[in-house]
């Protein structure tokens, strides 16, 4: 059995992940990037499991740290009529779902927030499911997690981008983490994270951003 983070790793985890060098993740801690590293190899060991690759752009997460994507859907019926926005970041003439004030902090909301000014807001929901109904049903356009739109062929995703994320934690008490019965929980949804990795954070599949099909 794998051992248990604590919290002083998570703050090496989330320092590496924000600063994507040793050396920035260092600063931003106030020690030695040599520190910083020891530390990373500890968790990777303690874990099983790669936690992070380096490429030319600096550490990346690997699929055990993804993210959840969000990025812009829309009812075919929508698009058949509307078009898709060109940019998309100008929702100019285009409908959208958006969020009222409970969602404030979702990673949709504060994309809209910064880039949809100029759209025509024809509803604002409490509710991501509810959200993600209203733009099925052909109310306009909705930035929503990518993987409501996995098998919802009647939604078309109008970007490759994915336009905004959100960190995906597995919180759970120190002291319940080593009762067995609840590791055996925190690792189903841990080999699930990893196995859907690519569905969470948008990166699989083409945007189905066609009429043809």
């Known amino acids: 059995m794998h051992s248990v983070l604590e919290w002083n790793d998570l703050r090496f985890f989330l320092a590496i992940y924000r600063m994507r060098t040793l050396a920035g993740a260092g600063r931003s801690l106030g020690v030695e990037h040599t520190t910083v590293g020891r530390r990373l190899a500890a968790m990777e060991r303690a874990l099983g499991a790669t936690l992070f690759v380096r490429t030319p752009g600096g ?51 504060q994309w ?41 062929d009647a939604m078309l995703r109008l970007t490759p981008e994915v336009l905004c994320s959100r960190d995906i934690a597995l919180v759970v008490h120190p002291d319940l983490a ?9 690792d189903f949804f841990v080999e699930r994270f990893k196995r859907d990795a690519g569905i969470l954070s948008g990166a699989v599949g083409e945007p189905r951003a066609s009429l043809g099909h």
């Open 59 to 109: 550490l990346l997460p690997t699929e055990s740290a993804a993210t959840g994507g969000w990025s812009a859907y829309a009812a075919k019926g929508y698009v058949a009529v509307r078009g898709i926005p060109v940019p998309i970041t100008d929702l100019t003439k285009h409908d959208v779902v958006a969020f009222n004030d409970s969602l404030s902090n979702a990673p949709g909301a």
């Open 112 to 152: 809209l927030e910064a880039h949809g000014k100029t759209a025509n807001i024809v509803l604002r929901s409490g509710s991501i499911p509810a959200a993600w109904n209203a733009a099925l049903g052909g109310l306009g356009i909705v930035i929503a997690p990518c993987f409501l739109a996995e098998r919802e």
């Open 178 to 186: 080593r009762v067995a019965r609840v590791r055996v929980v925190i």
